[in-house]
């Protein structure tokens, strides 16, 4: 069934399961064939949903087409990775004329000193770069750096704060968190591993009380964690009690690096971090990661002036890769003068706002979260300071919405959060309007 046949019937008697199921027949058989090949038939377990993902054909702009047809409004958008939409022509002309010269290329070239200027103009604390092809990788060299720039063993992170899967990072992430986040991580690479609370500097002084760890690892906005704002007071208080600990404060900004400001969060919060990590929108699409910093830290890097063990190693087969490069520096270069950051972080705010009246309008228990142009909707009355409030909201209201937004061709992976980018129009946000107001008149209370 075609997206404009279910739209205009829209009665709410046939279950939003059955309405996805009866719209996406060819995924629902390309689902039984990825299942043979691909554990849990993905390439990345959060991409499964209920009853079985959509596969993907095309996507232009703010919109993915799927295999059956149908078109969805993206607020996904590839992790958050994509602030100017899906194939930018910007991006697209460069990347194409880069295609010509190389794809990869192992050896040094311009390109890469050009992204790392330009990283260096736009992030307030950052004066060398290093580029990886994650943030998990970034993660864990920033990590590593914080260690061998300190002699420490020890790193905090905190509750609810997603760092990709690298071992050390890889805790605490969801409730219970005292429950190892994965099989197959040793005891020892997580002995050194301190938890923090989130938003609470009490909280953070206590468990760190006779403990000094190498680094505090943080995102200014807990992304996985459900789009919870750090507040600023408690960003401040964290970077007084690192410099007074000689602990070094890392910001991971991989969702928030150039989405909040051009400088990323560091600059919407006024706080610097010694070491920021980078990734998503670095890339312009495509694959990508980088940690950044001072001189004084970076330099741990260099195995010309460090000789083993003490320099801090990092590198990687497609470190630096053209193409990642080109497509990155094209896409910076539209959001250096930070124009189209602040339209968009005043559109977060209006969907913040209209989408929290449309709840409250139907008398429905749910809170819009986030900052700038990252949102959430959680289904809870608590007010939400971290991730453990997160955790108690109600998660199969949120994933029987998304599920309902997604039949009706507006994409969240469900019960992640949104993001904006230049390419949503405003009749894509007015449809996320009307479509809430319609599932909440057939599901609200
Ligand atoms: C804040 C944050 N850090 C690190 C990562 C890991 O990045 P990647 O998936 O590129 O490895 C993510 C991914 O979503 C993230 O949101």
Same mark, same amino acid.
């Given at each position: 069934?075609?997206?404009?046949?279910?739209?205009?019937?829209?009665?709410?008697?046939?279950?939003?399961?059955?309405?996805?199921?009866?719209?996406?027949?060819?995924?629902?058989?390309?689902?039984?064939?990825?299942?043979?090949?691909?554990?849990?038939?993905?390439?990345?377990?959060?991409?499964?949903?209920?009853?079985?993902?959509?596969?993907?054909?095309?996507?232009?702009?703010?919109?993915?087409?799927?295999?059956?047809?149908?078109?969805?409004?993206?607020?996904?958008?590839?992790?958050?990775?994509?602030?100017?939409?899906?194939?930018?022509?910007?991006?697209?002309?460069?990347?194409?004329?880069?295609?010509?010269?190389?794809?990869?290329?192992?050896?040094?070239?311009?390109?890469?000193?050009?992204?790392?200027?330009?990283?260096?103009?736009?992030?307030?604390?950052?004066?060398?770069?290093?580029?990886?092809?994650?943030?998990?990788?970034?993660?864990?060299?920033?990590?590593?750096?914080?260690?061998?720039?300190?002699?420490?063993?020890?790193?905090?992170?905190?509750?609810?704060?997603?760092?990709?899967?690298?071992?050390?990072? #890889?805790? $605490?992430?969801?409730?219970?968190?005292?429950?190892?986040?994965? &099989? +197959? *991580? /040793?005891?020892?690479?997580?002995?050194?591993?301190?938890?923090?609370?989130?938003?609470?500097?009490?909280?953070?002084?206590?468990?760190?009380?006779?403990?000094?760890?190498?680094?505090?690892?943080?995102?200014?906005?807990?992304?996985?964690?459900?789009?919870?704002?750090?507040?600023?007071?408690?960003?401040?208080?964290?970077?007084?009690?690192?410099?007074?600990?000689?602990?070094?404060?890392?910001?991971?900004?991989?969702?928030?690096?150039?989405?909040?400001?051009?400088?990323?969060?560091?600059?919407?919060?006024?706080?610097?971090?010694?070491?920021?990590?980078?990734?998503?929108?670095?890339?312009?699409?495509?694959?990508?990661?980088?940690?950044?910093?001072?001189?004084?830290?970076?330099?741990?890097?260099?195995?010309?002036?460090?000789?083993?063990?003490?320099?801090?190693? #990092?590198? $990687?087969?497609?470190?630096?890769?053209?193409?990642?490069?080109? &497509? +990155? *520096? /094209?896409?910076?270069?539209?959001?250096?003068?930070?124009?189209?950051?602040?339209?968009?972080?005043?559109?977060?705010?209006?969907?913040?706002?209209?989408?929290?009246?449309?709840?409250?309008?139907?008398?429905?228990?749910?809170?819009?979260?986030?900052?700038?142009?990252?949102?959430?909707?959680?289904?809870?009355?608590?007010?939400?300071?971290?991730?453990?409030?997160?955790?108690?909201?109600?998660?199969?209201?949120?994933?029987?919405?998304?599920?309902?937004?997604?039949?009706?061709?507006?994409?969240?992976?469900?019960?992640?959060?949104?993001?904006?980018?230049?390419?949503?129009?405003?009749?894509?946000?007015?449809?996320?309007?009307?479509?809430?107001?319609?599932?909440?008149?057939?599901?609200?209370?």
């Amino acid at each position: 069934m075609r997206l404009s046949t279910i739209d205009k019937k829209n009665q709410g008697t046939v279950s939003k399961m059955d309405e996805y199921v009866s719209k996406t027949p060819t995924s629902r058989v390309l689902y039984g064939r990825a299942k043979k090949v691909l554990p849990a038939g993905v390439s990345y377990g959060i991409r499964y949903f209920e009853p079985y993902p959509f596969f993907t054909a095309k996507a232009r702009g703010s919109k993915l087409y799927d295999v059956d047809g149908n078109k969805y409004v993206d607020f996904w958008l590839g992790h958050a990775a994509l602030i100017l939409g899906h194939s930018p022509k910007e991006v697209v002309k460069a990347v194409k004329k880069q295609l010509e010269n190389g794809t990869h290329y192992g050896t040094s070239h311009e390109m890469e000193i050009a992204l790392a200027e330009q990283v260096v103009k736009m992030v307030p604390s950052v004066e060398m770069v290093r580029f990886t092809n994650s943030g998990t990788e970034a993660n864990m060299y920033a990590t590593r750096l914080a260690r061998a720039f300190t002699g420490r063993d020890m790193i905090a992170k905190f509750e609810g704060g997603w760092h990709g899967g690298y071992d050390a990072l #890889h805790v $605490g992430v969801k409730q219970p968190f005292d429950l190892p986040e994965s &099989a +197959g *991580l /040793t005891r020892g690479a997580l002995q050194d591993t301190v938890l923090l609370p989130f938003n609470d500097l009490e909280g953070v002084e206590k468990r760190l009380r006779n403990k000094q760890p190498a680094c505090i690892v943080i995102e200014p906005v807990l992304g996985a964690g459900g789009a919870v704002p750090a507040e600023k007071e408690f960003l401040k208080g964290l970077r007084e009690l690192c410099d007074r600990n000689d602990i070094l404060l890392i910001f991971d900004e991989v969702i928030t690096g150039f989405r909040l400001a051009p400088g990323g969060g560091q600059q919407f919060y006024g706080v610097k971090p010694d070491i920021t990590v980078l990734g998503k929108i670095l890339g312009g699409g495509f694959p990508v990661g980088a940690f950044c910093g001072s001189k004084k830290i970076m330099e741990r890097i260099n195995n010309v002036a460090y000789e083993r063990p003490h320099y801090s190693f #990092h590198g $990687g087969t497609f470190a630096g890769n053209p193409m990642t490069m080109v &497509a +990155g *520096l /094209t896409t910076l270069k539209i959001l250096e003068d930070g124009v189209v950051t602040s339209r968009l972080n005043r559109l977060g705010d209006e969907i913040r706002q209209t989408l929290g009246q449309i709840f409250e309008k139907h008398n429905v228990d749910a809170q819009v979260i986030g900052l700038g142009s990252l949102f959430n909707v959680h289904f809870t009355k608590e007010r939400i300071r971290d991730a453990l409030t997160v955790f108690r909201a109600d998660k199969k209201k949120l994933l029987e919405y998304n599920l309902t937004l997604i039949a009706n061709g507006i994409f969240f992976l469900p019960a992640h959060c949104g993001a904006l980018s230049t390419a949503h129009s405003e009749a894509d946000i007015q449809k996320l309007f009307k479509k809430t107001q319609d599932y909440l008149r057939h599901h609200g209370k």
